[in-house]
C-alpha cells in the first residue's frame, strides 16, 4: 500500500450518522454519571414491590419512612407510582408545589426535613390520568434522580405500583447498586403465588430481596384483643420458608389506618402505641440490623 493511500485512510472521515449516534452514547453516559453521583450520596436505598395491588405499598412506604425520620435518620421517600401516586395524600402534601434553587429540583419537607417526591406535585390538575407509555415514564424516573437535590440521605424509600410493571424494571436499571427489595404481601395462600412472581422477577433483575413484610395480618378484636384471622394466616412465614427470606414483620388490620391515609396523618404519628404501630417500629429495627450486617 502507497504512504499517499495509509495518509488519506488517517483521515477523519464526516459521517452525519455516525456522529449523531456518538452524540447519543456521550448523552447516555453523562446521564449515567449524573446518576450515579447522586446515588452514592445516597447510603440505603429500598424499593417496596407487591405482587398484586392493594396490599398496602404505599401505606408500609410512608410509615417506614416516617419511623425512619422520627429515629433521625436522614431520609427521602421517592414515589415511583406514576400513574396512582399516593404518597402525597397519605402525606397532607397534596398542595405542595415543589420549588427550585435554579439549578436543582428542591424535595418537599415533611416534618424535619422528610424529603419527598412525587409525580403529584408536579401535575397541574390533580385529577388529570398519567398515560404515558414506558420510556417516557423511565425518562421522568430518571430525572427524579437526576434533577432532584436529595443531598447526602441514609435511606431512600422508594414506592413502586404493584407488579412487575416498567416502574420496578427502570428503578432496578437505574439503581444497580440498590440495597433491593422489601415485598409486601397478605396472609391469605394465594398470596405466595403472587409473591413468588414478585421475588422472581427481582432476581430476574439482579436485585436482592431484603425481607417480606405480610400486612393486613389479622384484626384486633377492639373487646378480647385476640388477632381475628380476617384474610386468612401464614401467606408471610409460607414465602419466607419458601424461599429463605426473611419475614420482618406482620402489621395487623386497624381501621384507623385507612382514615389516617386519607387525612394525610402518618399512621405511627396519629397512633404510635397501636399494635400496627409497633408492628412498623419492629419492622425499622429488623430492616436496620440486616442492613448495618450485610
Ligand atoms: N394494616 C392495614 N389495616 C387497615 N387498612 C390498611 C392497612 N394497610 C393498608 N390499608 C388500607 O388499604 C388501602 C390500600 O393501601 P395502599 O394504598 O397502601 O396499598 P397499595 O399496595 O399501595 O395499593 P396500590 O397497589 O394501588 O398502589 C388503603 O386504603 C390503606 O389505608
Ligand atoms: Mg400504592
Redesign the pocket.
Known amino acids: 500500500m502507497s504512504q499517499e493511500k495509509e495518509a488519506k485512510e488517517d483521515q477523519p472521515i464526516y459521517d452525519p450518522q455516525r456522529k449523531e449516534e456518538i452524540e447519543k452514547i456521550k448523552a447516555r453516559m453523562q446521564e449515567q454519571i449524573k446518576i450515579q453521583d447522586a446515588m452514592k450520596k445516597i447510603r440505603h436505598k429500598i424499593a417496596i414491590m ?1 405482587g ?11 410509615n417506614l419512612a416516617v419511623t425512619l425520620h422520627l429515629r433521625k435518620f436522614r431520609v427521602g421517600l421517592l414515589d415511583l ?1 406514576m400513574t ?1 401516586p ?1 404518597v402525597p395524600l ?1 402525606l397532607g402534601m397534596e398542595d405542595t408545589v415543589l420549588e427550585t434553587d435554579g439549578i436543582s429540583i428542591l424535595p418537599a419537607l415533611w416534618g424535619q426535613g422528610l424529603k419527598v417526591i412525587s409525580l403529584e406535585f408536579l401535575l397541574e390538575k390533580k385529577d388529570t390520568p398519567v398515560i404515558w407509555r414506558g420510556p417516557v415514564k423511565a425518562g421522568a424516573m430518571k430525572q427524579f434522580i437526576t434533577e432532584v437535590s436529595w443531598g447526602e440521605l441514609d435511606y431512600l424509600i422508594m ?1 413502586l ?2 407488579g412487575t410493571s416498567d416502574e420496578p424494571l427502570t428503578m432496578a436499571q437505574i439503581m444497580p447498586d440498590a440495597d433491593g427489595t422489601l415485598i ?1 404481601t397478605t396472609p391469605q395462600d394465594v398470596s405466595i403465588l403472587d409473591v413468588s412472581k414478585c421475588i422472581n422477577f427481582a432476581r430476574t433483575l439482579k436485585l436482592p430481596v431484603i425481607g417480606i413484610i405480610e ?3 389479622g384484626l384486633i378484636c377492639p373487646y378480647c384483643k385476640n388477632s381475628i384471622p380476617l384474610f386468612g394466616s401464614g401467606g408471610g412465614e409460607g414465602a419466607s420458608k419458601k424461599y429463605g427470606i426473611p419475614l420482618l414483620g406482620k ?12 387525612q394525610g396523618k402518618p399512621f405511627v404519628v396519629s397512633h404510635p402505641d397501636s399494635p ?1 404501630s409497633k408492628a412498623f417500629e419492629g419492622i425499622v429495627t429488623h430492616l436496620i440490623k440486616i442492613l448495618e450486617n450485610q
Open positions: 407487591s398484586k395491588g392493594g396490599v398496602g405499598k404505599t401505606t408500609v412506604a410512608v407510582d396512582g399516593d397519605m414506592d405500583p404493584p409486601v400486612n393486613m395480618s402489621i395487623p388490620i386497624d381501621p384507623v389506618i385507612v382514615t389516617s391515609g386519607d400496627a
